[in-house]
């Protein structure tokens, strides 16, 4: 019984196209974040939602939209994927925006050719 | 603008050695700090949180301090074993409710 959960673990596709990954928690949080973990290893957030309703938008390309149909799910689609979108996204929940702990997923590693 | 720095970038040492790792940051304006550990391939395992009124946290082998007014925390893990081995991540909770990630510490722990 995964608290986070990602699908799919593994996503190959080529430059151009339409992608999704999928999250759910089954914490009853609040709050579920998207994050994007470089080359480097450097974890940055993208996305942050509370009550379906979006707090944190960082400075991402429009091609990336999140989409929370409920509060257990955060769904990513990424329109047009590029070369450079090829990165590890981690999927995570909280109780709520503040002072609680941050519970991730086992990541989706996406490799764009 | 908060920066979360961490040092080593790498370590290795043998089994049973206790090991420090450090974590700065430069604004003291956080709600909580938490230790992360990240494992090849695998997602992120949440190790301690220590909330902005805490000095320190516990659980089993590892301690985590927090000294927020000079922008530090430190992992300590005593008696280090190969499963160990795995990247360390360090992340404040800002007042904007962002996670603020450090660049991590590798750390290898050989029999």
């Known amino acids: 019984d995964t608290a986070v959960s990602q699908t799919p673990k593994y996503l190959v596709t080529q430059m151009g196209n339409d992608k999704s990954i999928k999250c759910e928690q089954n914490?009853?949080?609040?709050?579920m974040y998207w994050y994007k973990q470089d080359s480097k290893k450097f974890l940055k957030i993208m996305f942050s939602y509370n009550n379906k309703e979006l707090i944190i938008n960082e400075t991402v390309p429009n091609r990336f939209s999140p989409k929370s149909p409920d509060k257990a799910h955060l769904n990513l689609h990424i329109n047009s994927l590029e070369l450079g979108d090829s990165a590890v996204y981690f999927c995570a929940s909280s109780q709520d925006p503040d002072s609680t702990e941050a519970f991730f997923g086992q990541g989706t590693r996406l490799t764009v050719v | 603008k908060q920066e979360v720095t961490q040092i080593p970038a790498a370590l290795s040492v043998p089994e049973g050695e206790n090991l420090v790792l450090n974590c700065s940051f430069t604004d003291s304006a956080i709600y909580n700090l938490q230790w992360f550990r990240q494992d090849p391939g695998k997602g992120l395992t949440s190790l301690l949180l220590i909330q902005s009124s805490q000095r320190e946290q516990t659980s089993g082998r590892l301690n985590a301090s927090l000294d927020k007014s000079s922008g530090r925390s430190t992992l300590y893990i005593a008696a280090s074993q190969p499963g160990d081995s795995a990247t360390y991540l360090c992340a404040v909770l800002r007042r904007d409710d962002k996670l603020i990630f450090g660049t991590g510490t590798r750390l290898q722990v050989f029999p």
């Open positions: 914490l009853g949080h609040d709050t």
